[in-house]
């Protein structure tokens, strides 16, 4: 490999995943790191999510997915909680006018009724303000719990064979995915998770049935495009094989 050329000029442009999903964690270790307070590696982990999202655009990516905050997450320090929510209002409202430049869509998945009143109302302006953009999606999972959205999506469904729509025999899977928040999109073929934790913590579990999964051990803070440009010839380097030989998928 041409080790003058880029880490961006080295990918190939024909085999980029659509769907890179991040769990972006280590904001607070970030902080204590620095003998700060935990909220300072939030909001300095707003610079790492503006600079990987412009690095999509630059790609051309179709969709990202950044976990934002989890369901479980509302069990922390209420001060904590509060000071994350302020720092989204404050972000998202700030970040209209680049997404608008970028012609980035923005959208969200989760249990968005658990938002305060202040953070629902500026996503909820932010979603349908960017609506009419054609280029990446931006979804944040926001109070999202992955189970959840499939305990949610059999309760959809359940309430289509209560009502007649739809017979049990034709439930398949085209049927879950119709009845999960990510309806419409292509599942992610690449998983990042920063900040040396391996594991999925309740994200995503049906959509990364067979996502490639990318650990690094850069605290979320630390993370700039050039990571994910990385991330993404790690992923390019590997076969995908969905269970068949090397020998048929070559
Ligand atoms: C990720 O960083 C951000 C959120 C979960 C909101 P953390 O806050 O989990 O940082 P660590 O994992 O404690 O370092
Ligand atoms: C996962 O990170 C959630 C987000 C990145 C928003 P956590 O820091 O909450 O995950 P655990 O608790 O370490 O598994
Ligand atoms: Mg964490």
């Known amino acids: 490999m041409n080790v003058i050329m880029g880490l961006k000029e080295q ?4 085999k980029l995943p659509e769907h890179i ?3 972006m964690d280590g904001n607070g270790r970030w902080a204590k790191e620095k003998g700060k307070l935990r909220i300072f590696g939030h909001h300095n982990g707003v610079l790492s999510v503006r600079d990987v999202v412009e690095g999509a655009t630059l790609l051309n990516l179709k969709y990202l997915t950044l976990y934002t905050f989890s369901s479980e997450n509302w069990n922390r320090p209420k001060l904590e909680v509060m000071a994350i929510m302020e720092l989204m209002v404050s972000t998202i409202h700030k970040e209209i006018k680049n997404f608008m ?3 980035v869509r923005l959208m969200a998945i989760g249990d968005l009724n658990m938002l305060p009143e202040k953070a629902h109302r500026e996503l909820n302006n932010a979603i349908e303000k960017t609506s009419g953009n054609t280029g990446l999606v931006l979804t944040l999972a926001l109070s999202y ?3 959840r959205e499939i305990v949610s999506a059999a309760k959809s469904i359940a309430a289509k064979v209560q009502s007649g729509e739809l017979a049990i025999e034709d439930i398949d899977e085209d049927t879950f995915e119709n009845n999960l928040y990510t309806k419409g999109m292509p599942n992610p073929e ?7 934790e391996h594991r999925i913590s309740n994200y995503l579990l049906w959509q990364i049935a067979y996502a490639e999964l990318y650990f690094t051990s850069k605290l979320w803070p630390d993370f700039r495009k050039e990571d994910l440009y990385e991330a993404i010839l790690d992923y390019q380097k590997r076969e995908r094989r969905f269970g068949m030989t090397s020998e048929q998928v070559n």
């Open 145 to 147: 719990s992955s189970r």
């Open 21 to 23: 999903a991040i769990i």
């Open 190 to 196: 690449l998983l990042i998770r920063t900040s040396g």
């Open 11 to 14: 990918i190939d442009l024909l």
């Open 101 to 103: 430049e970028k012609n």
